[in-house]
């Protein structure tokens, strides 16, 4: 050390003035070897370095350290001059924030439909590969795009509706028609729940392809009014009773 700061003095518990003139290997450095590596590559490339290194004293701790290169006039690196921060919290929080978000992502990734999550302008802030999907639009189109744009244009008056419901209420669900690209008009069931992050309102909720139940239910529909129509045509009394002789479809002759 040629110089050093009560930081750099208080890091190492030793005072400033003892500290010049030591090595990093005489102080007993953990990351003494890569600090040297890397002051090697400064002086031989008059390049500065940032980066993590850890740093044991007391505890093993984790800093940031900036090093930039004392060019004299001739051109030469003559000394390196540095800063070393403990971000030991803010690295343990980054690392939490991320275990947090992959946990999050594969919640949302593993939903048995698309996933959104807008903001009180209805654009989308986050959502899964099964939204992209059923937009058809790649990831760098959706951030930021209406949840609106991919409903079927009559019922976008019902969904923007039901999403303001939802932001003033804390819940409301939809059946909405969406144009997908592979599918062509697909009846979804959505729904939507407020939540708030960092004190910032959000609605975030699910997708799921109900075409085919409601093609079920619509079938149904048409044949029991059929029966109907039949049933009620014939010439006399009908009914349908079952084992135990409860009467459980008749016509109007009977009542």
Not at 32 to 59: K, M, N, W, Y
Not at 241 to 251: C, L
Request: aromatic fraction near 10%; glycine fraction near 6%.
């Amino acid at each position: 050390f040629l110089y050093a700061s009560e930081g750099i003095s208080r890091l190492y518990g030793i005072p400033s003035d003892e500290l010049v003139g030591k090595t990093l290997f005489e102080l007993g450095a953990s990351a003494a070897a890569e600090l040297h590596r890397h002051l090697d590559e400064i002086v031989a490339t008059r390049q500065p370095f940032r980066g993590d290194l850890p740093c044991h004293v007391s505890t093993e701790r984790m800093y940031e350290f900036i090093m930039v290169p004392v060019i004299n006039a001739e051109g030469a690196v003559e000394a390196v001059a540095g800063t070393a921060r403990d971000m030991t919290e803010r690295r343990q929080l980054e690392s939490d924030l991320r275990r947090e978000k992959a946990i999050s992502d594969t919640i949302i990734e593993s939903a048995p439909g698309a996933f959104f999550m807008i903001d009180e302008e209805a654009r989308l802030v986050r959502w899964n590969k099964a939204l992209a999907k059923e937009t058809g639009l790649a990831e760098q189109q959706i951030k930021g795009s209406s949840i609106l744009a991919a409903i079927y244009e009559p019922d976008r008056a019902v969904a923007a509706a039901k999403f303001l419901a939802a932001f003033a209420t804390g819940y409301a669900h939809m059946e909405v028609r969406v144009l997908t690209p592979d599918q062509g008009l697909r009846m979804f069931l959505k729904t939507a729940r407020r939540l708030s992050v960092d004190g910032v309102p959000y609605v975030a909720g699910f997708c799921l392809d109900v075409t085919d139940r409601k093609q079920t239910e619509d079938t149904l529909a048409k044949e029991k009014a059929f029966s109907d129509a039949l049933i009620e045509s014939v010439p006399g009394a009908f009914f349908v009773v079952d084992t135990e002789g409860s009467y459980f479809r008749w016509n109007s002759y009977l009542r």
